[in-house]
């Protein structure tokens, strides 16, 4: 038992968490025929099931996963990998449906239906349900009060709520200004765009993988792996000092990371060329400012041209570059971590002049 | 020859009494109609009835079943009440300054026999982010938001955003040392908004000659905490959009989100 924990905790890291989440990802749309099955969708479940009540056993598991603010946490978990097994398994069921010559299940079932009671009553039994679990919850699980409200003292984490754990996660990438302010605003603008970027008239109204295969492939990505995934590792996983921990490590406030990050700038002028930064921070940090320029505004023409021909000729000229810039926004963040994990990179560009760091 | 008096079987005693109460004049004129066991009176009874008239009177089959809306819409909003409920009785015991709003928590937890009201709201409001999120996540697999339904995803994607902001103000209200930190380290991301963050990129060009404009107690940080850290200002103002400004924002949308849902055509179907 212990062999097997701390063998996982020896090898649990953001990278490996995160390398799991998108490589999970890849193999469900790779494989999303084979996904469908209810054998997939029990299994997961059961696994899930086996991994919490392995967990439970483990004292340091148990005190973060029955933290109360915790707790729903968990619940999304099992919610969140249900409903997408669940989804995509009635996208397959559709398909081969639409495979075999006849419409989605959903067109079968067109016929009008009386509100009351078809509706009506489901609706009843759905509030009553969801009542009995919100009261046994909280029969169950008091909220939490810890001690009043105290400035001068800081916890050791700090966590904002569960919610935005997946922002503070990004913090360890980008500077408050990006992860806080810009990127949450364009994960919103992002949403927002969706219905007027997507221009497939297939698929409206009813299930299906195939037919919106990139779509719902993107969407998985963005909702799935990078907002809830880093939820999770945001909340079970980084413990003090914002450390990263294994699911069954102690949190040792005193657990050291090794920090030798480094600028591209100095990359450049310091490792490269072998010279002294430049005093101006604007040629000091030129490299950096021309390779963000290069990805936000020549990146996309390339693609246009070359690789992405077929959607600029779909979507038009203002389609395209909307879609591909919210893209590019939301790739800047594997981007960045990868830059991290290979390349100890802090910061592309660098001007705490101005706080203005990428 | 005796007479023999044939007795019509008589009903039940709580079955005449059902009907002597439907009768009065009192319950016809609460419920205009009998109950809605023929067409009728189910067209009736959407009509008549405020509540249930959100509802069209009939829907397509696809869109009753649990499969398709896993009822998530529905639950939000059911949710949305039910935190509605729970927070007004909150409010009755609750203060929210300095000096009262900790100690209130503490006495609704110590004073209350079996009380589980600030487990309903807290545990609701957690079930109620879920439920939002797995409500928007079915509708995009469904492909609902495409035309005619683009206006009504993004009623919902400022639901989606006001649902968090609900959620983020009344995590202060407690004072607790859990409350004031994550608030803090949430509240602090407005310092660094560009231009109008104290230490956001490029505020340093918002000057007027050379007097320069945004400082820690003028920029977006402060607007938000109405001070310079997480104090009094700050609880007031996250009480007072709690309990009034969001919600109020929140109810508006769901009356625009639930007519649209019908005006666009009911729950969405293959074309
Ligand atoms: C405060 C939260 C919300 C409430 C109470 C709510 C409520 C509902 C309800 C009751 C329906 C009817 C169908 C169903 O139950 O699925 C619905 C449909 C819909 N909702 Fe929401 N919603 C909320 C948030 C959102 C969000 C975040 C989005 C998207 C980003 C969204 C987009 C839509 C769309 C496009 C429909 C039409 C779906 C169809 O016709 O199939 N809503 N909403």
Known sequence: MDAIKSFIDAFADPRLFFSLAVGSLALVVWGHEAFASKRWGWGLMAFLVALFGFGLTDENFNLIITKPDNVPIVGLIFLLLFFTWYSVRQGVLNDRRIAAGKPPIEKDEEDRVWTWPDLVYTELIAIVICTIIIIVWSIALEAPLEQPANSANTPNPSKAPWYFLGLQEMLVYFDPWLAGVVLPTLIIVGLMAIPYIDKNPKGNGYYTFKERSVEITLFLFGFVVLWSSLIVLGTFLRGPNWNFFGPFEYWDIHKLEALTNVQLSEVIWVQLFAVALPDSWFIREIFGILLVIGYIAVLPVVLAKKGLTKYYEKLGPVRYYVTVLLFLSMLSLPVKMLARWLFNLKYIVSIPELFFNI | ?271
């Open chain 2, 1 to 271: 020859m005796a007479d023999t008096k044939t007795i019509a079987p008589k009903d039940p005693a709580f079955v005449r009494a059902w009907d002597w109460l439907t009768e009065t004049q009192i319950w016809t004129s609460i419920f205009r109609h009998t109950a809605p066991i023929n067409d009728r009176n189910r067209v009736l009874v959407m009509l008549s009835n405020v509540f249930l008239h959100l509802h069209p009177v009939r829907l397509r089959k696809s869109g009753v079943r649990l499969r398709y809306t896993w009822c998530m819409g529905g639950l939000s909003f059911f949710l949305f009440l039910q935190l509605t409920f729970t927070g007004l009785l909150l409010m009755f015991y609750y203060r929210p300054t300095l000096e009262y709003a900790y100690t209130d928590i503490v006495s609704l937890r110590e004073h209350v026999p079996l009380g589980i009201m600030r487990e309903m709201h807290r545990w609701g409001a957690h079930a109620m982010v879920i439920t939002v999120w797995l409500h928007m996540f079915r509708v995009f697999m469904t492909g609902s938001y495409k035309p005619p339904r683009e206006f009504n995803w993004n009623v919902g994607v400022i639901m989606l955003v006001l649902t968090l902001l609900l959620s983020f103000t009344g995590y202060l209200l407690p004072w607790d040392q859990l409350a004031i930190w994550a608030i803090t380290v949430g509240s602090n991301m407005a310092r660094a908004a560009p231009l109008i963050g104290n230490e956001g990129p490029l505020s340093s060009l918002m000057v007027l000659g050379d007097v320069g404009l945004v400082h820690q107690a003028d920029d977006m940080r402060f607007v938000l905490l109405g001070g310079t850290f997480v104090g009094e200002g700050a609880l007031l103002r996250f009480y007072v959009l709690h309990c009034v400004g969001f919600p109020l924002v929140i109810g508006f949308l769901m009356a625009v989100h639930f007519w649209r849902v019908r005006k666009d055509g009911g729950i969405s179907g293959p074309l």
